[in-house]
C-alpha cells in the first residue's frame, strides 16, 4: 500500500509531523492499525537498522527517526489497544547501576513498544536487585540490561548470579548490550542473548518468547 510505503520513508527521515499525519490518514481510510505499525513503522526502523549497520547512516539519525516512531506510536496506541491486541510478552529494562547512558536504552525500549511488548523503564543507574524485584513484580518475561561503560558492564554478572542466588535463573530471559558488551561475554556471564543494536533487539526478544512460551528455550 502506498499509503504505508509513505509513512515508512518519512520515518526513516525522521519527519514526527508527517508520519503522525499519514497515520491519522491511514486510520481514516480504515488500514488495519496492525498493519500501519508492522510494514509501516517497524519495517522502517528495521530498515534503517539495516543502514546503520552499514555505515549508511549514523547514531543522530536513528534518533530523530526513533522520535518520528515514538510520535507515531501515540497515534497508534488508543486503536491497538481498542482492537485488544494482546501484548507479546513483557520485559523490564534498564542502564545498570553506576551507568546514566539512556540513548541505546531508550532506543530497545521504543522497539519493543513497537513490538507490542509491554515495557518497563526503569531508567539509569540501577541496582541489579531493582531489575529482578520489578520483573517478579510484573511478571515478565525479559530482563533487559544495557551499559556503556566497561567499568559498569560488570554488573551484568551481578544480575546472573543473583537469579541464580534467588533460584530464578531459568524464569527468566536475560538480554544484554550498549557499546563494551560483546556476544562472548554474555556467554560468558551466563547471558540469554546479545543484541549489537537496538533495532534487532525487538526481534530477539519476540522469537525468545515465543520459544519460552513453547517449552524451548
Not at 500501519?36 to 513503522?41: D, K, R, T, V, Y
Not at 555505515?55 to 507515531?72: Q, W
Not at 543507574?125 to 544495557?146: H, L, N, Q
Amino acid at each position: 500500500m502506498e499509503l504505508i510505503q509513505e509513512i515508512n520513508e518519512y520515518l526513516q527521515l525522521g519527519k514526527a509531523k508527517m508520519v503522525k499525519a499519514l497515520i491519522r490518514q491511514a486510520l481514516a481510510e480504515n488500514i488495519d492499525p496492525k498493519v500501519i505499525l508492522e510494514e509501516g513503522l517497524l519495517a522502517g526502523m528495521m530498515e534503517l537498522g539495516l543502514k546503520f549497520k552499514h555505515n549508511k547512516v549514523f547514531v543522530a539519525e536513528v534518533l530523530v527517526a526513533a522520535s518520528a516512531m515514538h510520535a507515531g506510536m501515540k497515534e497508534l496506541e488508543p486503536r491497538l489497544a481498542a482492537a485488544g491486541a494482546e501484548p507479546v510478552g513483557k520485559a523490564v529494562v534498564g542502564t545498570v547501576f553506576g551507568d546514566l547512558h539512556d540513548i541505546g536504552k531508550n532506543l530497545v525500549i521504543m522497539m519493543l513498544k513497537g513490538a507490542a511488548f509491554e515495557t518497563y523503564d526503569l531508567g539509569v543507574d540501577v541496582e541489579t536487585s531493582v531489575f529482578i524485584d520489578k520483573a517478579e513484580e510484573i511478571g515478565a518475561d525479559i530482563i533487559c540490561m544495557s551499559a556503556l561503560l566497561t567499568t559498569t558492564m560488570i554488573r551484568m554478572e551481578e544480575c546472573t548470579a543473583e537469579l541464580e542466588r534467588r533460584g530464578l535463573r531459568d524464569k527468566y530471559i536475560l538480554m544484554v548490550g550498549g557499546a563494551p558488551v560483546t556476544e562472548s561475554f554474555a556467554g560468558k556471564i551466563g547471558a540469554d542473548f546479545y543484541t549489537s543494536n537496538a533495532m534487532n533487539a525487538a526481534e530477539v526478544a519476540r522469537e525468545a518468547v515465543f520459544n519460552k512460551k513453547k517449552g524451548q528455550r
